[in-house]
C-alpha cells in the first residue's frame, strides 16, 4: 500500500492495484494508447511477468489457458485501444461462453477525444457489452484501483467470466492518490446464492425415491472445486454419470460411476443414459446444444434436477422439477450429508452392453486398427497411455479436438483446456502456453489440426521467446477435417474448399528452434511420443493422419440424444 | 413430469419495471437483450427512483412468457442491476378483478 500523501499517476495505481491482486504474469501486446502503462512496467519487470504475444488473439487464449489452470484465478490480459482492443474480441466471447475469469485492460485515446473517431479508437465498451461479465471505462486516475479491485471480484466469483477496463490515456497519466482495496462485495450482485432450504429437501424426496437416477455435470464442478463432493454423491447415492466436453477432467476417468462423455462425439452408454433414467440431476452445465441433441425428446420421460450457480441457466432450456441456485461444491454436500445411502447395480450396469457395441465398432478400431493409416484416436491414445494419464491435454477445435476429449485419460482435475462454447479454431496453441506458463512442471500437450494450428501459429515465437516446453500433437489430414466430414455426411461429398495444402511444418518449427518430427508409420508412433514426452523442451509431433476419417459415434443433427451413428451407415439400435 | 417443452406462443403485452444503480451504458445492454431475443420495445422510460442513488427503467414489450422470462433473467445478471420486475397487464387486471377491488367494465 502507498503513502495516500504521495500522488501517483494511473498507470501507476493500475500496476499496484495488480500486485495488490496477487497478479504476477500479464499477457499482452504494447500500442499508443497504452503506452504509459507499458512504461510503468518495466518498473514493475520483477514482480509482474509479461509475457510478449505475437497476436492479441493469443494473449486472450493464452490468458484463457492461464486462468483455467489455476482454479479461478483472473487472467490479465493488456492490450492497445483499437485494433490491439478488437483482436481480443473473439478470445473475450469465447471466455463469457465457458465462464473463465479474465480481467482485459485495453488502452483508450484521451476522454476529451472520445467519440471523436480519434486515431486508434474504437468504442470497446460497446463492443463488448454482450460479450462479458461487466465492463467499465476508467476516465479519471482516481477510479484506477476501484475499478480493478471490481474487475477482479466480478471476474472470479459466482460464474466467473471476462471483465473489460477499458482504460483512458488521460487517466493512465493524471495523477491519484493511492488506497487500494479489494472489492469484498457489491449492492446488486449475488455471486453467493444460497441455495433454498425448500429446493434441497425436494430434491432429496426425488433423489431418495430413484430407481434410476443419472447426473450429467459440466464445467461448473471445477469451476466450484466440487470434485470431491461430486465423487462423494455419486458414492453415497450409487448414481452412475455423463459429463460434458469442458467436465471430462472433473472425474478421473476410472471413476467406477463415469460412464463417459455425453453429446454429439459422446460416448453411447451416457447418451442412453439420459433418455432412459428416472431422474436427471444436472451440476454446474447449461443444456448445450451439443449435449442434448433435439430438446424435444431429451430426457422427456425423466424428472429433472438443474443445479447452477446462475439461475439464468435453469429452466433456460429444459425445464426443470427442482431448479437449484448454488455453487455446486456447497449444494453437492447439503445432498450428501442429507440423502439415503443407495445403491443402483443393476441401472449402473445395464448399458454395459452398449458400453461393449462401441468399444467393438469404434474404440477398438480407432484406437487399435492394427493396419492403414494412422487414425488420431490412436495417436492420442498412444499420449495418453505414454504420460499415463498425467498430461494436462489442451485441444484446439474440430476433429482432433472431439478425439482428444475422447481418447485422453485423466487422472488431475483441470486437464482438459478447450474452447467448448464457441469452438474457437487457434485457441488451442495459446490456450497451451498459457496452462504451461501457469503450471511449468505439468506436461502439456496440445492436440491440434492443420486448419487450427494455422489460425495462431505465430506464438510459436511466444514458445521460443519464453522456453516454454509445449508438446504440440499436429494431426495432420490435410483438410478440415470437421467440415468435410459433415460435407462427406450431410451435403454429398462436395468437398466446398476445405482441402488445405499445407506448409513445411518441420522447416516452421525449425525456424523457432522447437525440435519436431514426422511420424507416418504405425511403429514409429510410440517411439516418437516417448522422445517427445522425454524432456521438457518444446516439441512439434506431426503425425500424419488417415485423412478421410469420420469422428464417431455421432448424434446427427436434428436427432435425439440416443439416436447414435456408430459409423457411416450404421446406427446403435438395441445392444447392437 | 417434464412441464411443457412447447413454447406457449401467446403473446402478451408485459412491463418489466428495472431498478439499476446508474452506470452509463445499461440502457444500452438491456435493448440487446431484447434485440436478441427478437422483442420490439413498445415503450421505455427512466426515471430516477424514490431511493437515492438508484434509478429505474421501465420497458413495455409484447412477448411469449416463455421469452419475457428468459431476458429478465438475462437482465438481472447485469451486475448494476438491483432488481427487476415484470407483469402482463392483462394478469395483473385479471387478477385485481378477480379479487372484486376494481371494477374494470362499465365505470359510467
Ligand atoms: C475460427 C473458426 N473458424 C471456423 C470454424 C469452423 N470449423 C470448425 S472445425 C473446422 C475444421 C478444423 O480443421 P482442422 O483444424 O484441420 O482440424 P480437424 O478437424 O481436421 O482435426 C472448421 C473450419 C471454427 N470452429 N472456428
Known amino acids: ?576 | 413430469m417434464n412441464g411443457t417443452r412447447m413454447e406457449n406462443n401467446e403473446t402478451k403485452l408485459y412491463t418489466v419495471i428495472i431498478y439499476t444503480q446508474n452506470q452509463t451504458g445499461l440502457l444500452q445492454q438491456f435493448t440487446n437483450i431484447f434485440t436478441r431475443h427478437n422483442l420490439d420495445i413498445w415503450s421505455l422510460f427512466a426515471s430516477p427512483s424514490a431511493i437515492p442513488g438508484c434509478h429505474k427503467l421501465t420497458i413495455e414489450t409484447r412477448a411469449t412468457e416463455q421469452k419475457i422470462v428468459l431476458a429478465v433473467k438475462q437482465i438481472e445478471k447485469k451486475i448494476e442491476v438491483i432488481r427487476t420486475f415484470f407483469y402482463a397487464d392483462e394478469d395483473l387486471l385479471a387478477e385485481r378483478d378477480n379479487a372484486g377491488k376494481l371494477d374494470i367494465v362499465d365505470q359510467d
Open chain 1, 1 to 576: 500500500m502507498n503513502d495516500s500523501s504521495k500522488k501517483i499517476t494511473g498507470s501507476e495505481a493500475l500496476m499496484n492495484a495488480l500486485v495488490a491482486e496477487g497478479v504476477d504474469t500479464i499477457f499482452g501486446y504494447p500500442g499508443g494508447a497504452i503506452m504509459p502503462v507499458y512504461d510503468k512496467l518495466y518498473d514493475y519487470s520483477d514482480r509482474l511477468h509479461h509475457i510478449l504475444v505475437r497476436h492479441e488473439q493469443g494473449a486472450i487464449h493464452a490468458a484463457q489457458g492461464y486462468a483455467r489452470a489455476q482454479k479461478g484465478k483472473p487472467g490479465v490480459v493488456l492490450v492497445t485501444s483499437g485494433p490491439g482492443a478488437t483482436n481480443v474480441i473473439t478470445g473475450i466471447t469465447d471466455a463469457m461462453m465457458d465462464s473463465t475469469p479474465l480481467v482485459i485492460i485495453a488502452g483508450q485515446v484521451a476522454a476529451s477525444a472520445l467519440g471523436t473517431d480519434a486515431f486508434q479508437e474504437t468504442d470497446l465498451l460497446g463492443l463488448t457489452m454482450a460479450i462479458t461479465k461487466w465492463n467499465y471505462q476508467i476516465r479519471r486516475p482516481e477510479d484506477v484501483e476501484w475499478a480493478v479491485a471490481r474487475a477482479f471480484y466480478i471476474a472470479s466469483t459466482g460464474r466467473p467470466g471476462p471483465v473489460v477496463l477499458d482504460f483512458t490515456k488521460n487517466a493512465q497519466v493524471g495523477l491519484t492518490e493511492s488506497h487500494f482495496e479489494r472489492c469484498l462485495s457489491i449492492d446488486s450482485y449475488n455471486p453467493n446464492p444460497v441455495p433454498r432450504e425448500q429446493s434441497i429437501e425436494e430434491a432429496v424426496k426425488l433423489i431418495n425415491a430413484a430407481r434410476k437416477p443419472f447426473v450429467v455435470y459440466g464445467h461448473g464442478i471445477e469451476l466450484s472445486g466440487a470434485e470431491k463432493e461430486l465423487a462423494a454423491f455419486l458414492d453415497k447415492g450409487g448414481i452412475p454419470a455423463g459429463s460434458t466436453l469442458l467436465g471430462l477432467s472433473a472425474l478421473p476417468s476410472d471413476n467406477k460411476h463415469y460412464k463417459g462423455m455425453l453429446g454429439m462425439h459422446g460416448n453411447v452408454a451416457p447418451n442412453l443414459m439420459t433418455n432412459a433414467c428416472d431422474l436427471l440431476i444436472a451440476v454446474g452445465m447449461r443444456f448445450d446444444d451439443r449435449v442434448t441433441g433435439t430438446v424435444s425428446t431429451y430426457a422427456r420421460q425423466a424428472k429433472v434436477i438443474h443445479i447452477d450457480i446462475d439461475t439464468a441457466e435453469i429452466g433456460k432450456i429444459i425445464p426443470v422439477n427442482v431448479g437449484i441456485w448454488g455453487d455446486a461444491k456447497h449444494v453437492l454436500q447439503e445432498l450428501i450429508d442429507r440423502m439415503a445411502p443407495a445403491s443402483h447395480d443393476e441401472w449402473e450396469a445395464s448399458f454395459d452392453n452398449a458400453d461393449q457395441v462401441e468399444y467393438d465398432k469404434v474404440i477398438k478400431p480407432e484406437t487399435e486398427p492394427g493396419e492403414g493409416y494412422l487414425r488420431m484416436g490412436e495417436v492420442v491414445a498412444a499420449v495418453a497411455k505414454v504420460s499415463g494419464g498425467s498430461a494436462a491435454v489442451i485441444t484446439d477445435v474440430g476433429q482432433n479436438q472431439m478425439m482428444a476429449a475422447r481418447y485422453s485419460r485423466f487422472n488431475q482435475t483441470d486437464s482438459l483446456i478447450t474452447s467448448g462454447g464457441l469452438g474457437t479454431m487457434g485457441f488451442g496453441l495459446p490456450a497451451a502456453v498459457g496452462y504451461k506458463v501457469a503450471q511449468p512442471d505439468r506436461q502439456v500437450c496440445l492436440f491440434v489440426g492443420d486448419g487450427g494450428l494455422q489460425m495462431t501459429m505465430q506464438e510459436l515465437g511466444t514458445i521460443m521467446q519464453e522456453k516454454l516446453g509445449v508438446k504440440i500433437v499436429l494431426m495432420n489430414n490435410n483438410w478440415l477435417g470437421n467440415v468435410r466430414q459433415w460435407q462427406e455426411m450431410f451435403f454429398d461429398a462436395r468437398y466446398s474448399q476445405t482441402r488445405m495444402l499445407n506448409p513445411d511444418y518441420m522447416a516452421i518449427a525449425g525456424a523457432y528452434g522447437i525440435k519436431s518430427r514426422i511420424v507416418e508409420s504405425r511403429e514409429d508412433l510410440l517411439p516418437a511420443v516417448q522422445e517427445m514426452l522425454s524432456d521438457d523442451k518444446p516439441y512439434l509431433l506431426e503425425v500424419h493422419v488417415e485423412e478421410e476419417e469420420l469422428v464417431m459415434p455421432m448424434v446427427p443433427p436434428g436427432k435425439g440424444i440416443d439416436e447414435i451413428m456408430l459409423n457411416g451407415n450404421e446406427w446403435y439400435e438395441n445392444g447392437k
